[in-house]
């Protein structure tokens, strides 16, 4: 893939997979929002929306109409749309693509001369956005009429369970530390892993629960190498070429961190003129392992600190000894 390509709004990633940019560039958000519309022809499996830019709505319009040709136009542009996990800009574009979707429908089909097939809706089950004005309960509530296919129970979603298959072709695998909804697809037929925010195409994803995601990592690698899916297709940034490398890159990337900060803890910790017994804080400990970087970026990586804690704690590695916070104070407790 040429460099002009990766940074389009919309490229054919395979004859099997086009991706279309989300339109929210950002610190966090990369290029955007990857958003994929899987499939040869109608109907289609749409992965995620993208968070609700209008600018993305007439994109997906374009890639559709491109893609549909000259196939059936009594059957609906999407079948199925998969949601990869709760974060608005994964989700928050699932009314207007819906009212696009009928409004694509009834333009191919005037005059009611073929009934409309609403998509079904796809999620695992689990964590609702924590609050509003972007929380997943009132952007269901804000869907337009009729334009979705209710799960068996009337519910908004058909919840997804691991090893599931979606549509003719994707395979679920669920994959929770990012959220604990999160999960990936294996896009068979292009040899690829679908990799939502679990891996991003460029720099490290943030998480919420180190040990799941540790866990989580493992298991795409193993899938990987299962299944030979060699092409990640991720979230955010642009496709990685070598999956296994990067999936083991982050592997390494979260053990290194996690023996750095037992490296610290096992040292005497400096004890500052008129203070009592000394131990590390969260905070000290990130002033030390990130002593060479700027004071700025400090406080973000004191999250991380304080997950890779989190999990050592729970293994029973470490304890905390008082404290709260950054200033929360830990010692090492095994060998």
Request: aromatic share 6%; with cysteine.
């Amino acid at each position: 893939m040429d460099k002009l390509e990766a940074l389009s709004s919309i490229a054919r990633l395979s004859d099997n997979v086009i991706r279309v940019l989300g339109q929210n560039p950002g610190k966090f958000t990369l290029q955007g929002t990857n958003t994929y519309i899987v499939g040869k022809q109608r109907p289609f499996t749409l992965i995620d929306t993208g968070e609700g830019r209008e600018e993305y709505t007439p994109l997906l319009e374009s890639a559709l109409r491109d893609v549909g040709g000259t196939s059936d136009a009594r059957e609906a542009d999407v079948s199925d749309i998969v949601i990869s996990h709760w974060h608005h800009d994964h989700v928050g574009g699932l009314p207007a693509v819906l009212a696009l979707l009928r409004r694509m429908w009834d333009a191919r089909n005037p005059n009611g001369t073929a009934t409309f097939k609403p998509p079904r809706l796809h999620k695992f089950p689990g964590q609702l956005a924590p609050s509003p004005p972007n929380n997943l309960s009132s952007i269901l509530q804000s869907l337009p009429p009729n334009s979705y296919t209710p799960g068996p129970h009337g519910t908004h979603f058909h919840d997804l369970h691991d090893g599931q298959v979606v549509g003719p072709t994707l395979r679920v695998l669920h994959t929770p530390g990012h959220t604990v909804d999160s999960i990936c697809l294996h896009v068979a037929q292009d040899s690829a892993l679908y990799t939502a925010d679990t891996v991003l195409g460029q720099g490290t994803a943030v998480f919420e629960d180190l040990a799941a995601y540790l866990a989580s990592l493992r298991k795409m690698l193993d899938f990987a190498r299962a299944q030979g899916a060699r092409v990640l297709y991720p979230g955010h940034g642009p496709v990685v070429a070598d999956g296994e490398q990067v999936l083991t890159t982050y592997i390494k990337h979260r053990l290194e961190r996690e023996a750095q900060i037992l490296a610290v803890l096992k040292s005497p910790p400096a004890m500052a003129p008129g203070e009592g017994e000394p131990s590390w804080t969260t905070w000290t400990l990130v002033a030390s392992i990130y002593a060479g970087y700027p004071e700025s970026l400090w406080l973000p990586a004191a999250r991380g600190v304080d997950l890779h804690l989190r999990k050592l704690e729970s293994e029973g590695v470490v304890k905390r000894a008082g404290g709260e916070g950054k200033d929360t104070s830990w010692v090492f407790t095994a060998e």
